[in-house]
Nanobody, 119 residues
């Protein structure tokens, strides 16, 4: 059973920074993709950033230039460094992982961590 545990959320003022962490119960190298999604109240869950097994990282337009996703395979952890935060970044942020197999992809989600950007 794969577990993803996020941490690092909180309240920050506009223009501030936060770093989210996602610790996986298995090796991050065993996943074909990992990423971060977010869901604001009344809105659909949306992709923020994702990295594939080829180490290609994609960012949502809203995150490009402000957010950086990275991973430490030795610690089985991925990070999302968020800078220049805006009130519209307020959401629950979820860690995501996908593992492909002949039977099809299996997707895993963390429990989410709240990020609130407000003065």
């Amino acid at each position: 059973q794969v577990q993803l545990v996020e941490s690092g959320g909180g309240l920050v003022q506009p223009g501030g920074s936060l770093r989210l962490s996602c610790a996986a119960s298995g090796s991050t190298l065993s996943f074909n993709a990992m990423g971060w999604y977010r869901q604001a109240p009344g809105k659909q869950r949306e992709l923020v950033a994702a990295v594939t097994s080829g180490d290609n990282t994609n960012y949502a337009d809203s995150a490009e230039g402000r957010f950086t996703m990275s991973r430490d395979n030795a610690k089985n952890t991925v990070y999302l460094q968020m800078n220049s935060l805006k009130p519209e970044d307020t959401a629950v942020y979820y860690c995501y992982a996908r593992r492909d197999s002949p039977a099809g992809p299996r997707r895993y989600w963390g429990q989410g961590t709240q990020v609130t950007v407000s003065s």
